[in-house]
């Protein structure tokens, strides 16, 4: 089964942003114990309080990573660290058939040499629950490097080569996630940032779901100079479905000089996910070994062809509507600044936890019984093309199926959210607060033979920009 979700994860693997330039094929990463079976006793004991996933698995994978740990400094020698090292994270009760793929990219623009891993997204996959998630880890998040000292997640690929870590910086990389948040890595995929742009340029580009207009520094033209000053000139990208070749996705999902890098990540997930689903429209899980065979040299991965060809079929299940955003953001993580004056990232352990408990908590899926999506048929507005598209995208991002409707005539002043069948009001309630809709908004009215459960009517007061990092799927999003 671990190979049947390989196949779901090949496009947003090589829409991955980041990493080297030259494919490396092999097996997968091997668990800490059978990369250092002498390793030193640790000087750190565990004690972090297990928190169960809500929903257990009939047959849940062994844990691991709960062999002894090196201690700080056993790879590399250093001062004490700032702060203390924290406790292992209790690792998280997946079902035997998740498989979790580290999409990395590098800060390196070319050559060869050490780069740090700027973007780090864990893609988390279920086939056995038809579900994914996708969470974007801040780069700045400062950790314990396990055997070395306590530093920014990004640098443990770097530290892990440098300092000969057992398996190297890949790693050293996917012990740091282990260590620190309790996930198992079973693979990994890098692409630079010339690889990223041959490979969306490579589909035509994408049509990026733009929810909020940004603005940044980006060079005149592609070919200038970026070290002078007077080649930048400050560019806005307005809302709504903005087709990207592969130089303006890289701006795109990498410019944070207006911003940040919580922003950012938002960014990076409105391309992968587009990225996604135009890969799918093309047909790339019908012809695996002609687009490996095509974009293998831009791709640094263990996953080889024949993982991703066993149960390439199966991939399509994973719609976006199953397909959960989530960010370790500004709720899960406290500023601070070492003695060096380094800006960095202290987790917040209980709220990094509820937030990945939140992310790969899938329901059981009866396999006798067919799969539901509660859908909602949104109408558009006259005036705004765009509004349609971008509040089924929305929807989307929430767990909901979203079917764009030709607007009606004239558009009410104020958004309807109309109840055609009798539904969970708790449903309901989550539905309303991930459109930023009122409670005045809901209109109960009976359709027996209406096709969705829910129709959307779009006002114009409707405003399409959100922030996804405040979706949960227990619980209602906190809009106001």
């Given at each position: 089964?671990?190979?049947?979700?390989?196949?779901?994860?090949?496009?947003?693997?090589?829409?991955?942003?980041?990493?080297?330039?030259?494919?490396?094929?092999?097996?997968?990463?091997?668990p800490k114990a059978a990369r250092d079976a002498s390793a030193p006793t640790a000087a750190v004991a565990l004690a972090v309080t297990v928190v169960p996933l809500p929903t257990q698995a009939p047959q849940v994978r062994p844990a691991v990573g709960?062999?002894?740990?090196?201690?700080?400094?056993?790879?590399?020698?250093?001062?004490?660290p700032p702060t203390a090292v924290p406790a292992p994270a209790e690792p998280f009760p997946f079902d035997e058939d998740v498989v979790n793929i580290l999409l990395l990219g590098s800060d390196r623009r070319s050559g060869t040499g050490a780069s740090r891993t700027d973007v780090i997204l864990l893609l988390s996959l279920h086939p056995s629950r038809g579900g994914a998630a996708l969470v974007s880890i801040p780069r700045d998040l400062y950790v314990y490097l396990p055997g070395y000292t306590m530093g920014r997640v990004n640098t443990a690929w770097v530290f892990g080569d440098q300092l000969k870590y057992p398996g190297g910086g890949q790693a050293m990389l996917a012990d740091t996630l282990l260590y620190n948040l309790g996930v198992p890595v079973d693979h990994y995929a890098l692409v630079d940032m010339a690889g990223f742009r041959q490979i969306i340029d490579s589909v035509g580009g994408v049509d990026v779901q733009v929810a909020c207009p940004y603005t940044d520094w980006r060079l005149?033209?592609?070919?200038?100079?970026?070290?002078?000053?007077?080649?930048?000139?400050?560019?806005?990208?307005?809302?709504?479905?903005?087709?990207?070749?592969?130089?303006?996705?890289?701006?795109?999902?990498?410019?944070?000089?207006?911003?940040?890098?919580?922003?950012?990540?938002?960014?990076?997930?409105?391309?992968?996910?587009?990225?996604?689903?135009?890969?799918?429209?093309?047909?790339?899980?019908?012809?695996?070994?002609?687009?490996?065979?095509?974009?293998?040299?831009?791709?640094?991965?263990?996953?080889?062809?024949?993982?991703?060809?066993?149960?390439?079929?199966?991939?399509?299940?994973?719609?976006?509507?199953?397909?959960?955003?989530?960010f370790i953001n500004r709720q899960q993580v406290t500023s601070w600044r070492t003695p060096t004056g380094a800006a960095v990232l202290l987790p917040r352990p209980d709220e990094v936890r509820f937030l990945l408990n939140d992310a790969f908590n899938f329901e059981a899926v009866d396999p006798t019984q067919p799969r539901t999506t509660t859908t909602v048929e949104v109408t558009g507005h006259p005036d705004h093309p765009d509004w349609a598209g971008l509040a089924a995208e929305r929807l989307t991002y929430a767990g909901f199926g979203a079917y764009p409707a030709e607007p009606e005539a004239d558009a009410p002043a104020t958004s309807i959210l109309v109840e055609t069948h009798a539904g969970d009001p708790t449903l309901r309630e989550r539905l309303r607060a991930a459109l930023g809709l009122s409670a005045t908004s809901l209109v109960l009215q009976p359709e027996a033979s209406a096709p969705f459960p829910y129709r959307l009517i779009l006002g114009d007061d409707y405003r399409p920009c959100f922030d996804p990092s405040r979706f949960r799927s227990s619980e209602p999003p906190a809009f106001p």
């Open positions: 089964m671990k190979a049947a979700a390989h196949a779901a994860a090949l496009t947003l693997v090589l829409a991955a942003c980041g990493a080297m330039a030259k494919a490396q094929v092999g097996g997968p990463l091997l709960l062999t002894p740990w090196p201690p700080p400094y056993t790879y590399g020698a250093g001062t004490p005149k033209r592609q070919d200038m100079d970026q070290n002078d000053a007077d080649n930048w000139a400050l560019y806005t990208v307005t809302a709504g479905e903005q087709h990207m070749d592969g130089y303006s996705a890289l701006w795109y999902a990498r410019s944070r000089a207006r911003s940040s890098d919580f922003d950012r990540s938002r960014r990076q997930h409105e391309v992968l996910r587009s990225f996604y689903r135009k890969a799918l429209g093309l047909g790339w899980l019908l012809h695996l070994p002609d687009v490996w065979a095509s974009l293998n040299s831009l791709v640094t991965t263990d996953m080889s062809l024949g993982d991703l060809l066993l149960l390439a079929p199966q991939a399509a299940r994973i719609d976006l509507g199953n397909l959960r955003s989530r």
